[in-house]
T-cell receptor
Framework: RKEVEQDPGPFNVPEGATVAFNCTYS??????FFWYRQDCRKEPKLLMS???SGNEDGRFTAQLNRASQYISLLIRDSKLSDSATYLC????????????FGSGTRLQVQP | NAGVTQTPKFRVLKTGQSMTLLCAQD?????MYWYRQDPGMGLRLIHY???????AKGEVPDGYNVSRLKKQNFLLGLESAAPSQTSVYFC???????????????FGPGTRLTVL
């Protein structure tokens, strides 16, 4: 089983749609959670951190469910510019001070 | 600020050749990392460093060596390149983590390496 699992997609949605991605992680001791965005042939960039109470940043909402070990990302009112791959990222608390990345979910927003 | 830079951007090697990838950051970050990204695999950690003069193995260290002689630079070496090392290599850096929590990692633009 992968340590961080995501549905690879692609998710094809029309502009204005609401889309949600889920991610599951294997290590219950994980402490930090993030969503990164990666555009085609570019480097990953932090989209938002995920807090236990859930958090929102404009059209983006992230939630964490520790009991079920999953993280979600909700995008409302999708824009063409949201087309990218979204990476679920977890600090697996292995003492490596490094992050474990999911393989990403590809989103294509269509006009 | 340039952030995190990587050189070269592209490289083609023949099997058995060696090369060094250079990563530089100007944000005074303590931690630096090397990842590789392959289709469908996500980013995998090769080696990392928590400070000048210290390095440690990540998830897939075999066939690679690293050095961190200066705080701002992190070098990744391939002593004898193999086709399995064809990949996109990303360097990243971050501030020292607080209480074991990871902070945002900033990535370089990547190096696309092909080994024939």
């Amino acid at each position: 089983r992968k340590e961080v699992e995501q549905d690879p997609g692609p998710f094809n949605v029309p502009e204005g749609a609401t889309v949600a991605f889920n991610c599951t992680y294997s290590n219950s001791a994980s402490q930090s959670f993030f969503w990164y965005r990666q555009d085609c042939r570019k480097e990953p960039k932090l989209l938002m951190s995920v807090y236990s109470s859930g958090n929102e940043d404009g059209r983006f909402t992230a939630q964490l469910n520790r009991a079920s070990q999953y993280i979600s990302l909700l995008i409302r009112d999708s824009k063409l510019s949201d087309s990218a791959t979204y990476l679920c990222v977890v600090n697996m608390d292995t003492g490596r001070r490094a992050l474990t990345f999911g393989s990403g979910t590809r989103l294509q927003v269509q006009p | 600020n340039a952030g995190v830079t990587q050189t070269p951007k592209f490289r083609v090697l023949k099997t058995g050749q060696s090369m060094t990838l250079l990563c530089a950051q100007d944000m005074n970050h303590e931690y630096m990392y090397w990842y590789r990204q392959d289709p469908g695999m996500g980013l995998r950690l090769i080696h990392y460093s928590v400070g000048e003069g210290t390095t440690a193995k990540g998830e897939v260290p075999d066939g690679y060596n690293v050095s961190r002689l200066k705080k701002q630079n992190f070098l990744l070496g391939l002593e004898s390149a193999a086709p399995s090392q064809t990949s996109v290599y990303f360097c990243a850096s971050s501030y020292r983590s607080r209480q074991g929590l990871n902070l945002e990692q900033f990535f370089g633009p990547g190096t696309r390496l092909t080994v024939l």
